[in-house]
């Protein structure tokens, strides 16, 4: 069975610093990848995903990620972080077409002025 | 921008009660997902439903869950007697099977509080 390990819970940076958020995942066969975004009180926003090419996506707001299929990562990036990304961010890993989401515990980003 | 809608945003129930969460997926959309997170714990997958029926279900779906599509454009779960552990933010999702990468697209959630 697929999972997803992200190690920090609690992640704080100044506005205008870089940011990288980890995220590991167990799959035995390539997975598809997501990184998705919740606000305090709202859904779930997709940012950005993976599932097969280029190995560092681009995705919304600013943000990127990198597939290392050596390291079972996902890592998730951003170069200057703004406060309003303050937010709980959620990697995913789903494993085919229209397959259920294994979500990790996320990592809540704190962004201080 | 097309977008998953939930209803009730917020619903409070006595235990033992009957609860039904109501999702308009998006409108060509034909996969449909409920999820639930528990206050400051991980999304975790209940069940995905495909032309009619049940495709996958966690263990966390017993037989106190029920998923249903009465019509075109809704998707409903129930709960028959609610449990204080039931008490969660559940989000219903739906991804269009044409796309390879499994995009699946959430609603902004309802939060069941059982008292």
């Known amino acids: 069975a697929q999972s997803v390990t992200q190690p920090d819970i609690h992640i704080t940076v100044s506005e205008g610093a870089s940011l990288e958020l980890r995220c590991n995942y167990s799959?035995?066969?390539?997975?598809?990848l997501f990184w998705y975004v919740q606000s305090p009180g709202q859904g779930l926003q997709l940012l950005l995903k993976?599932?097969?090419?280029?190995?560092l996506v681009q995705g919304i707001k600013g943000f990127e990620a990198e597939f290392k299929r050596s390291q079972s990562s996902f890592n998730l990036r951003k170069p200057s972080v703004h406060w309003s990304d303050a937010a709980e961010y959620f990697c995913?890993?789903?494993?085919?077409?229209?397959?259920?989401?294994?979500f990790g515990t996320g990592t809540r980003l704190q962004v201080t002025l | 921008e097309p977008e998953v809608t939930q209803t009730p945003s917020h619903q409070v129930t006595q235990m033992g009660q009957e609860v039904i969460l109501r999702c308009v997926p998006i409108?060509?959309?034909?996969?449909f997902y409920w999820y639930r997170q528990i206050l400051g714990q991980k999304v975790e997958f209940l069940v995905s439903?495909?032309?009619?029926?049940?495709?996958?279900k966690s263990e966390i779906f017993d037989d106190q869950f029920s998923v249903e599509r009465p019509d075109g454009s809704n998707f409903t779960l129930k709960i028959r007697s609610t449990k204080l552990e039931d008490s969660a933010m559940y989000f219903c999702?739906?991804?269009?099977?044409?796309?390879?990468?499994?995009?699946?697209?959430f609603g902004p959630g309802t939060r069941l509080t059982v008292l």
């Open positions: 999702a739906s991804s269009d099977l044409g796309q390879a990468n499994n995009e699946q697209f």
């Open positions: 799959y035995g066969a390539t997975p598809y």
């Open positions: 993976y599932f097969s090419g280029d190995t």
């Open positions: 995913a890993v789903g494993t085919g077409t229209a397959s259920k989401l294994t």
């Open positions: 409108s060509n959309h034909l996969y």
């Open positions: 439903f495909y032309n009619n029926e049940i495709s996958e």
